[in-house]
């Protein structure tokens, strides 16, 4: 499974992106956006995801 941006939370700081062990998160129209075929969940990286560890608001990167 990969993680998802809640678009409507997402304050655009761009914290996550840069992150991602494995540029799955990009700006895609105005927002931040995961490629679920790049999302690992950090498995095997870190104990948490990073988009989650580093984003600003709570529950906006979320399971997808």
Same mark, same amino acid.
């Given at each position: 499974?990969?993680?998802?941006?809640?678009? %409507?939370q997402c304050t655009v700081? @761009?914290?996550?992106?840069?992150?991602?062990?494995?540029?799955?998160? %990009?700006?895609?129209? @105005?927002t931040y956006v995961i490629?679920?075929?790049?999302?690992?969940?950090?498995? @095997?990286?870190?104990?948490k995801p990073q988009c989650? %560890?580093?984003?600003?608001?709570?529950?906006?990167?979320?399971?997808?």
């Amino acid at each position: 499974m990969a993680y998802k941006i809640v678009t %409507s939370q997402c304050t655009v700081c @761009g914290a996550c992106e840069f992150e991602c062990p494995n540029a799955a998160i %990009s700006m895609k129209r @105005g927002t931040y956006v995961i490629d679920a075929t790049k999302c690992t969940e950090c498995e @095997g990286q870190f104990d948490k995801p990073q988009c989650v %560890s580093v984003c600003p608001v709570d529950n906006t990167c979320v399971p997808a």
